[in-house]
């Protein structure tokens, strides 16, 4: 048990690593993921690394549609 709690200890900083970066590194384009990745992927914006949240059904058109990117999970956020 103590073994699984370190093993879910380390994934969890990987992951808040990994987001941290996103957040300094990509442009937080909201809730307009969707329409931002389609325009950058079609050559209607600047090509640049964004994030942002989209819906289930956002996300399945965009695999759709031939749109690469990937997802993060939400994290809880940490005490203190």
């Known amino acids: 048990l103590a073994k699984q709690k ?3 200890r380390r994934v969890m900083a990987m992951a808040r690593a990994v987001k941290a ?3 300094k590194n990509f442009e937080n384009v909201g809730p307009r993921f969707a329409d931002e990745a389609r325009k950058i992927h ?3 914006a600047e090509k640049r690394n964004i994030h ?3 819906t289930p059904v956002e996300s ?3 695999r ?3 749109i690469e990117f990937g ?3 939400a994290l809880p956020e940490l005490d203190g």
């Open 6 to 8: 370190e093993e879910t």
């Open 21 to 23: 970066h996103v957040e």
């Open 42 to 44: 079609y050559g209607d």
């Open 52 to 54: 942002g949240v989209a």
């Open 60 to 62: 399945r058109e965009l």
């Open 64 to 66: 759709e549609e031939g």
């Open 71 to 73: 997802e993060l999970p």
